[in-house]
């Protein structure tokens, strides 16, 4: 979509006298009235108005870009309107508003007024054309610059850096779980601001929800947003705007490369969806590494209230508390792990094709719990977590494509695409790749992988509690200890309970084995590292590994090998002292519903004493 192909001579006006920022929004109608792209000026006034009381749309650097979705609109279309003199309103930049541009767009127009903002900012970042806009002398010679500036080949490439010393950054943290890595990136980076004198403000989104959101006005003064996530948040807020994307770890490891790659002169400039990714193979992994971690964490929470429910029927049926209490709650907690793998695969999909993914991705994953085929349903087998996961980015993909496909379409036939041919075309498309293609292998893969789980015994089950604990200290939260933590989630659902321990007692270990180095070994340690041993302690105790992230970013090679050392043999002794754990999350606050728990005590402190022995012979004494 090119700016020209919208915007005609007539629905441009030129030094206009604006007494109101409403003033001038009201000429603007009026000239998109006269473009014939209204069936109703008055209701679409209104339309413009609501979205303008929802946030300014000034943007800074004297330009202003209103917009509205309008069932009054029947075509799309772009109005401009320059001031003499400039207009003294509230802007981001405190620069009085010299330009206006409205955009219009009809009511089932999906995303075509963001795709025409994207295009529009960009554009606009060129602050010589701005000028010259600004002082064209006819509304032909305003359509003839645009045109000139998109078809000219420096298109897209204009990239002006801000002034030294005038930085002004925001960012975005995110993690699957929403925990430790959501805010130590934001820590890091407003630590590594501090140092270089930027402004920075950073918005978490935790579990808790969304902590010091950004506002309009923190976007349109911004140089430049960091994204450090490692799972999908809204980005549609950001078009227009130089985006850096990152992961939350390297934002922890390295913050100030991560801000000194915003400062550069030509940061790419986000135009919605996965634009400026599509040529970096690095980017798109993390991409969609980060819509499978978007599912898992909306997935997470139904496994761990439906875990809790189940372990704590089983503790007040020994308790004695009437049947009728704990088998409502047995029922209800299993009822959760019903909707584990709907919930993964609706919202891969969505993290990737928007709201018309979800229900192809919802059934698809309903499918695959059910392990749906052509043959008898007493021969199902459920795909699941495979089957999930194939069904969420098939469904996200399809929509993709049929959304690249229906813009082709009349305008005409929008609302039939949007309505009725996308959402029944999606679910028989995933219908017949579930059904057909991807149940039965995975159905018998699932089957066999949970006979050979059920198989493993003396030797093999305790090579596989000591593999999967270890592996829970490997990266501190990141994907090996999401992999094994994901792999005893699974296992729960299948009631394996003692994987599920070894998992829990392995991810505990390495907040405490360094939390008991500081205490044991303290000329081993600074003080400020000495000073986190009680934060770290509690970590532990809560199933937090993260706590051990910076010791572990500080001194990979020390710290590392201690903490899966001792982490895996946690595992091992956990296995091996027929420890059982119905819950995924909780650390010793579930104490009580852990099968053994006296045993898996014993397997903590084990693997905690050694991960920090491991670390007073490995570290050296500092030098006083």
């Known amino acids: 979509m090119h700016i020209i192909d919208l915007l005609h001579p007539g629905s441009v006006a030129l030094h206009r006298q604006a007494d109101s920022l409403q003033d001038a929004l009201q000429m603007l109608v009026g000239l998109m009235a006269a473009g014939g792209n209204l069936t109703d000026v008055a209701a679409f006034a209104s339309d413009v108005q609501a979205r303008e009381a929802l946030g300014g749309t000034c943007v800074g650097g004297g330009l202003a870009i209103p917009h509205a979705k309008s069932a009054a609109v029947k075509a799309p279309g772009l109005a401009a309107l320059t001031l003499d003199p400039p207009l003294d309103c509230p802007t981001p930049d ?5 330009m206006l541009f409205l955009i219009a767009a009809p009511a089932d127009a999906n995303d075509l007024h963001v795709q025409v903002l994207a295009e529009l900012a960009t554009l606009m970042l060129d602050e010589a054309l701005c000028a010259k806009l600004i002082q064209a002398d006819s509304p032909e010679e305003f359509c003839r610059l645009v045109e000139g500036q998109e078809k000219g080949p420096s298109t897209g490439s204009a990239c002006p850096a801000p002034k030294p010393g005038h930085w002004r950054f925001v960012a975005v943290t995110a993690c699957p779980t929403g925990l430790a890595h959501t805010y130590l990136a934001a820590e890091a980076l407003q630590k590594a601001a501090q140092e270089r004198g930027v402004s920075l403000k950073v918005e978490t989104n935790g579990a808790a929800g969304v902590s010091d959101p950004l506002t309009t006005e923190d976007i349109a003064g911004a140089d430049c947003i960091i994204v450090a996530t490692d799972r999908t948040v809204s980005t549609a807020r950001f078009v227009g705007k130089r985006v850096v994307s990152v992961s939350a770890r390297e934002a922890i490891r390295d913050p100030g490369a991560v801000l000194d790659r915003a400062a550069e002169s030509c940061v790419p400039v986000y135009r919605g969806g996965d634009g400026f990714r599509a040529n970096d193979w690095k980017e798109q992994c993390r991409e969609a590494y980060r819509h499978l971690m978007s599912g898992i964490s909306h997935m997470l929470p139904f496994v761990v209230a439906g875990g809790v429910l189940i372990a704590f029927a089983l503790l007040f049926a020994q308790l004695g508390v009437p049947a009728a209490i704990t088998d409502m709650m047995d029922t209800v907690g299993r009822a959760a792990f019903v909707l584990v793998y709907p919930v993964l695969a609706a919202f891969i999909a969505y993290s990737i094709g928007d709201i018309p993914a979800f229900m192809p991705g919802l059934m698809g994953g309903y499918l695959a719990q059910l392990g749906t085929t052509i ?6 087998v459920s795909s ?3 089957g999930a996961l194939v069904a969420g980015f098939a469904a996200g993909l399809l929509i993709r494509a049929f959304n690249w496909a229906g813009r082709r379409l009349p305008a005409e036939l929008e609302q039939v695409r949007t309505g009725l041919l996308t959402p029944a075309l999606s679910l028989f498309c995933v219908g017949i790749l579930m059904v057909l293609v991807v149940n039965p292998p995975l159905g018998h893969f699932n089957l066999w992988l949970c006979d050979l789980l059920d198989g493993m015994q003396g030797g093999s089950r305790l090579a596989l509690g ?8 490997t990266d501190y939260g990141g994907p090996i200890n999401k992999a094994a933590y ?7 659902v299948n009631d394996q309970f003692d994987i599920m321990a070894a998992v829990m007692v392995g991810g505990m270990v390495p907040p405490i084995a360094v939390a008991l180095a500081c205490l044991i070994f303290p000329n081993r340690f600074t003080a400020g590292e000495r000073h986190t041993a009680p934060q770290n302690l ?3 105790a809560s199933f937090v590994t993260e706590g051990a992230l910076s010791f572990a970013l500080r001194d990979p090679l020390r710290v590392g090998p201690a903490c899966i050392l001792g982490s895996g043999l946690a595992g091992f002794l956990s296995v091996l002292l027929g420890c059982g754990c119905p819950a995924p999350h909780g650390g010793l606050f579930l104490i009580a519903v852990i099968q053994n728990p006296v045993g898996f005590l014993l397997a903590l402190a084990a693997g905690s ?6 670390l007073g012979v490995l570290k050296k004494p500092l030098r006083s």
């Open 94 to 98: 405190g620069q009085p508003v010299r």
């Open 375 to 380: 043959a008898p349903e007493e021969k199902w």
């Open 384 to 386: 699941g977590f495979w």
């Open 466 to 473: 000591a593999l999967l604990g270890a592996l829970m200290a």
């Open 486 to 492: 994901l792999t005893g989630t699974l296992a729960l």
């Open 538 to 540: 509690l970590m532990g």
């Open 609 to 614: 004493l050694a991960g920090a022995a491991l």
